[in-house]
């Protein structure tokens, strides 16, 4: 009786250390997967990123010597360099010459100081293609506020000057909804 005690034992430890110490030898080398920390704050949004995404919507007035008249623009960017923006959209009525204007843009974004509690100050300018219209040389302010890592929205007063004969002023009160793209 005690000898087949022992036998069961000595099986059952021989058991043990064949199939249970490999099995927990490896689960204790196995890494886990990399988490990400999470960042303490927000940064600032979408321009934390190197590139960026958008769509951008607004109202303002369009002003000639012909005419003033309210007008509209939607459009949507991405970035093609870190500073530099490529967008495409429609901006209509015009103050002179069509209703409605097809525009693309390239824009240069730059930051006139460092994000505070109220936002990001930028500086945007550039050039643009209005099809309808001619071409046009933008420039004005943004403030960008942080949603979170990631995303970003821009508030900005923009002037669309348009050197034709009669001169052209669409000035755009515009509202951007931006996302950083990865790399």
């Given at each position: ?25 490896c ?47 939607c ?42 509690k ?37 508030f ?16 755009v ?8 793209v990865?790399?």
């Amino acid at each position: 009786m005690q000898k087949g005690f022992t036998m069961k034992s000595k099986m059952v430890r021989e058991i043990f250390v064949a199939f249970f110490l490999p099995a927990i030898a490896c689960a204790q080398t196995q890494t886990s997967p990399a988490t990400n920390p999470t960042p303490k704050s927000a940064g600032i949004g979408a321009y934390e990123w190197n590139y960026r995404a958008g769509l951008t919507c607004g109202a303002g007035a369009t002003e000639s010597s012909a005419s003033i008249k309210p007008t509209a623009q939607c459009g949507a960017l991405f970035s093609i360099l870190p500073f530099l923006d490529l967008e495409a959209g429609v901006m209509g009525p015009q103050a002179n010459r069509s209703a409605v204007s097809g525009y693309l843009s390239t824009e240069l974004v730059l930051a006139l100081g460092h994000q505070t509690k109220q936002g990001l100050p930028l500086f945007v300018g550039g050039c643009t293609r209005m099809f309808e219209t001619g071409n046009a040389l933008d420039y004005g302010l943004a403030l960008s506020r942080t949603i979170d890592s990631a995303h970003s929205i821009q508030f900005e007063v923009r002037d669309y000057w348009v050197n034709a004969n009669p001169d052209q002023h669409d000035i755009v009160f515009r509202v951007m909804c931006l996302i950083g793209v990865p790399d």
